[in-house]
């Protein structure tokens, strides 16, 4: 079974960094893209970034010259370097893959469980 497991949240000073890693496991074909969201208390999830198998990104505005996404295909891992951290990027932040699993005729989205992210001083 597909499994996205997150880690490399926690709380970090404004103008800090964290570096948050996702990897996908459990019979998986091929990935299409993997990507990180977030979601603030009362607010919707949004779109943070994400990277695809032959290594285009695309950024939330919010993220463009902040954060860097970046792919391990071999180990079909995902990380997300942030940095110049602001109290509005705290949020948990979760892990989003589009994949074909082993057997399976189509691929479909999955998510991680999510890892907090604070920015407080």
């Known amino acids: 079974q597909v499994q996205l497991v997150e880690s490399g949240g926690g709380l970090v000073q404004p103008g800090g960094s964290l570096r948050l890693s996702c990897a996908a496991s459990g019979g998986i074909f091929s990935v299409t893209l993997m990507g990180w969201y977030r979601q603030a208390p009362g607010k919707q999830r949004e779109f943070v970034a994400r990277?695809?198998?032959?290594?285009?990104?695309n950024y939330a505005d919010s993220a463009k010259g902040r954060f860097t996404i970046s792919r391990d295909n071999a180990k079909n891992t995902v990380y997300l370097q942030m940095n110049s951290l602001k109290a509005e990027d705290t949020a948990a932040y979760y892990c989003n893959a589009v994949l074909t699993p082993v057997g399976a005729p189509y691929q479909s989205a999955y998510w991680g469980q999510g890892t907090q992210v604070t920015v407080s001083s």
């Open positions: 990277v695809t198998s032959s290594g285009s990104t």
